[in-house]
């Protein structure tokens, strides 16, 4: 009773500031008593007054004579205060407090008249507030503590939400200090007191720095308190204080845990926050106080403000919970909460500071094993340290705190593949090639089930190239499978074949492909085995080079090329078949291995094999089977046409199995296998007819030069094909069936159509002019003068024609063709003329690729013939101003084929063109030089010509001349 009592008059004496309480001693109060405790603050100051203005007086003077008959209450010591008693007169205080302040806010400034009075006089007002609630809560505890620290922040919030730094304060209130608690030297509370032989006692450290002063003797040494001359520097260590100290510093520590407790509950105000948060960094350097917030809650507690809105409070948390988490019962606490999610979620922060502290927290969080999937597992967790890790010279201090936390991450192999997914290889490599053998096969795995982009293809084999050919030999059927799904993709990466093949990978995937044997293994090693081969095959590096055994074969020796042709009609998989096939493919296409291929295929006859293969339902091996037979097909093309023919559905169906809405890879190599194969090979070509194929293949020309058909990358090849296969339909008009769809379908018409640049590519145009030399070589064939207008029954005409084309024929001869003499026509014989070819035809002279000026040449040449009327046609071209276009094909190119067409055709000019032709062609500057360089460096064709127009333009002697004179 006595101590509450004591209590109450303690907090209300102590605040009276020094300055006052001293003036107050001297001055002569009989009004208000003699005891100057009696007085409050206020009191004293309006005393010390001169000048106060009547009104703030009268005020002051009201509030004053209530706290003092409180104050004398209190202090009344000659009789003990009851519980209920000292509960009313703290009621009462706090009233009076509350009503001085709304009474001093209706003042006016002016009423103090800069007195300084006021200032002092409201900071004792706040200053026995708060003591006078530090002892209630002292009595009462949380509800109060909530009640006093909502109100003291109130103001706070209008001054931007900064801390006040009150929290510690407040729990000195609660747990007093004591005056003996200070070194006298420099007014800090004591960690190491001694006392002196004055008897006073001082801080260790300061006492210690005071006795250096004197060491010189030029003056006696004296205590800095009382003044007294020592005769000795011997420090007593004043142990009973120390404990003492030592208790209090534990109790306000463990107050201060509560109040900020109880601050973060509260959460009123961003200040409230700021300030428990800041007292709470002080608190953690006590591994007791550490213990206290887990036990009480801060640790989950401050979980929550990771998604405050404040930058300054998430990182201000962060900072603490990186403090709270040094033991492994704060991890423990962190594993329960979601404080890792959110910590990953600022790690994308532009803040420096919040980002810092939040690597700086899971680094911590990464030292403890119970976390360490916890973090890989959060979705962009590494993806985001990493991205720090790398990008070193943005942020230094992140990187380097990244780079230990996945360093820590590593203990969990799981996180080692998530690195992996991230684009963070080193740590799987450097297990895969230095762990353990656990640790190697559980890397193993993981790098086969993960999508290798090139860059990590390449490191993987420059560092583990060969640790994955050992696992190959390792007999664990699983970490073969996985050692070979690695070595599939590197291998795929043409720039890693070399170290692949130094590492002698070569002659064991032979081995697995062609000999190796293991119990109840199923076929995939010798598919792997096969593709891998094939990758390494793909790339630029020599098959000469690459050695297969110790008896000196190559892959591409008759021994290699034999075993997978020999397989090829064995294998029970269409993708160790297509792996075969790869091989084969990147083996013809170099000209030596070419011979050796051609040589096995016709001795073991597979052919038939490969062709077969075309039906497989495996997409990929019917188009690596069609590019090898177009490879082939150049030698032995009246092979693969023949087996086309005999396999079921073809060739029709490599032209009908489309999708109208996706051109893909497969039918532009269908179409481009047909068009490529011998075109004088009747027996396909009549297939390709007789299976309707013809009508289709113009449909989707028709189709793609509209839009009708979705594009694609394989659109352009696609057509290609599809107007080569009509051009090897011109090859043999010879047959009536051939001719008649010919006829049928106007394929002169058509070839005219494509002529036009925006009918498709280069290829397309030079198909469509080599098509027109084909159907116009056929021209004089099908052109009769008027008494052969009625062709014989069952003759070949008779055949060719129906009743209706004949009798179109009758109408034609009556204005017979110029060129060809008789009845002539785009579609029943083919003319140039009066199809309108012959002026796009000499547009394409112009053409920058020669191989289609040269083609165009070719269909043009076939209008002066020596069948057709020359001088007409000349006359025809003349007009048309052919030899401008010929002679301005010769100034864009000099290839051998163009010159000596194009000489050819000016030659034409000279004998049947007359005057005009010749002044042309005599005037032009560039043919001279031409002709020369023709004469000189030609083939003996091309120089025949050239000697030819020489002569005639008098360039060189004509020997014929010379000799009849």
């Known amino acids: 009773m006595e101590e509450n009592s004591y209590q109450v008059t303690v907090s209300v004496s102590e605040a009276i500031p020094p300055v006052v309480a001293e003036v107050t001693e001297q001055q002569n109060l009989p009004e208000l008593g003699t005891n100057p405790h009696q007085l409050s603050p206020a009191t004293v100051e309006l005393q010390m007054t001169q000048q106060c203005p009547t009104g703030g007086t009268q005020v002051l003077q009201s509030l004053i004579t209530n706290v003092d008959l409180l104050v004398v209450k209190c202090n009344s010591g000659s009789q003990s205060i009851m519980d209920d008693e000292l509960k009313s007169i703290i009621r009462k205080l706090e009233e009076l ?39 209630r809560l002292w009595c009462d505890d949380v509800p109060y503590l909530a009640d006093f620290l909502t109100g003291m922040h109130d103001n706070v919030n209008e001054n931007g939400g900064e801390p006040c730094g009150v929290l510690p304060q407040l729990a000195e209130y609660v747990e007093p200090l004591y005056e003996a608690f200070f070194c006298p030297l420099t007014k800090r509370i004591m960690d190491d007191p001694v006392t002196i032989e004055s008897g006073t006692t001082y801080e260790r450290k300061d006492i ?37 100290i030592t208790e209090w510093i534990e109790r306000n520590e463990a107050t201060r845990v509560r109040i900020a407790r109880t601050a973060l509950s509260l959460a009123t105000s961003e200040a409230m926050v700021l300030d428990a948060i800041q007292d709470l960094k002080v608190l953690c350097r006590s591994r007791y106080n550490k213990v206290q917030m887990h036990t009480i809650g801060i640790t989950k507690l401050l979980t929550h403000f990771l998604e405050d809105k404040k930058e300054i409070v998430r990182c201000g948390a962060l900072e603490v919970l ?17 404080s890792i999610m959110r910590t990953i979620k600022i790690l994308s922060n532009s803040n420096s500071s919040e980002r810092h502290a939040a690597v700086s927290f899971l680094l911590e969080l990464s030292k403890s094993d119970l976390l360490l999937e916890d973090i890989g597992s959060i979705p962009g967790g590494i993806l985001m340290l990493t991205t720090m890790k790398f990008n070193e010279s943005a942020d230094p201090f992140a990187a380097e705190k990244a780079g230990e936390t996945l360093k820590n991450l590593e203990k969990c192999s799981k996180n080692i593949k998530y690195m992996a997914e991230n684009g963070f290889l080193d740590p799987l490599l450097n297990h895969l090639v230095k762990g353990s053998e656990e640790m190697q096969m559980k890397m193993v795995t993981y790098l086969g089930e993960l999508v290798l982009e090139p860059d990590m293809k390449k490191k993987i084999a420059e560092s583990a190239s060969e640790t994955l050919v050992k696992m190959i030999h390792s007999g664990n059927t699983m970490v073969r499978k996985a050692a070979f799904s690695v070595l599939l993709q590197i291998s795929a990466h043409q720039q890693n074949s070399k170290n692949l093949v130094d590492v002698g990978l070569v002659p064991i995937m032979i081995e697995e492909m062609f000999t190796r044997r293991i119990n109840d293994e199923p076929m995939g090693s010798k598919e792997e085995s096969s593709a891998v081969l094939a990758n390494i095959l793909e790339s630029s590096i020599d098959p000469e080079t690459l050695h297969v055994n110790n008896h000196g074969h190559t892959i591409s020796s008759h021994y290699s090329i034999y075993n997978m042709a020999h397989m090829l009609k064995y294998a029970t998989t269409d993708k160790l078949n297509m792996n075969l096939i790869r091989m084969l493919l990147s083996l013809a296409k170099l000209p030596k291995p070419l011979a050796t291929v051609l040589s096995v295929i016709r001795e073991t006859e597979v052919s038939q094999t490969i062709i077969e293969f075309l039906n497989s339902p495996l997409e990929e091996l019917n188009i690596v089977s069609m590019k090898l037979l177009i490879v082939l097909s150049s030698n032995i093309g009246h092979t693969i046409a023949e087996g086309l023919c005999k396999s079921q559905g073809q060739p029709g169906n490599l032209i009908n199995n489309f999708d109208p809405n996706r051109i893909a890879e497969k039918h532009a190599v269908a179409v481009n296998l047909l068009a490529q194969l011998p075109h004088q090979i009747v027996t396909l070509n009549l297939a390709l007819v007789r299976q309707g194929t013809i009508p289709t293949i113009l449909n989707r020309i028709e189709q793609i030069q509209k839009g009708e058909t979705r594009t694609s990358r394989f659109s352009r090849p696609y057509l290609d094909g599809l107007v080569g296969i009509l051009v090897r339909l011109t090859s043999t008009l010879n047959d009536p069936n051939i001719l008649k769809i010919a006829i049928e379908q106007d394929l002169t018409s058509v070839f005219t159509k494509l002529l036009m640049r925006t009918a498709g590519s280069d290829e397309v145009q030079r198909l469509a002019a080599v098509g027109l030399e084909k ?16 062709p014989k029954k069952g003759g070949f005409l008779g055949k060719a024609f129906s009743g209706s084309q004949r009798e179109r024929m009758r109408d034609l001869v009556l204005h017979p063709c110029p060129v060809h003499g008789g009845g002539c026509s785009s579609a029943t014989t083919f003319c140039l003329v009066e199809s309108g070819a012959m002026e796009k035809l000499l547009g394409c002279l112009e053409h920058e690729n020669v191989k289609v000026a040269e083609a165009a040449l070719s269909a043009l040449c076939t209008l002066l013939d020596e069948r057709v009327d020359v001088v007409k046609s000349v006359g025809l071209f003349t007009e048309m101003d052919a030899v401008k276009h010929v002679l301005g094909v010769l100034r864009e190119h000099r290839d051998e084929g163009v010159c000596h067409k194009s000489f050819w055709v000016i030659e034409k000019f000279l004998l049947s063109g007359g005057e005009s032709s010749m002044r042309e062609i005599s005037n032009d500057r560039v043919l001279p030089s031409a002709l020369i360089t023709a004469f000189h460096r030609g083939d003996a064709n091309t120089k025949k010509v050239a000697e030819n127009i020489l002569r005639h333009l008098n360039k060189m002697p004509d020997y014929s001349r010379i000799l009849s004179m």
């Open 97 to 135: 407090i509350k009503n001085i302040s709304m009474d001093l806010n209706q003042l006016p400034v002016s009423t103090f008249q800069n007195h300084e009075y006021a200032e002092t006089g409201t900071r004792s007002v706040q200053t026995y507030n708060v003591k006078s609630q530090g002892r």
């Open 322 to 338: 990186c403090l709270l988490v040094e033991d492994e019962e704060g991890k423990e606490i962190i594993a329960k909460t979601k």
């Open 208 to 244: 210690t720095e005071w006795f250096a002063k004197f060491e010189d003797g030029s003056e006696a040494l004296v205590c800095p308190s009382t003044g007294m001359k020592l005769q000795s520097k011997v420090l007593h260590t004043n142990i009973a204080l120390r404990t003492i």
């Open 775 to 790: 159907l116009s070589s056929k021209s004089m064939d099908l052109s009769r003068p008027p008494e052969m207008e009625r």
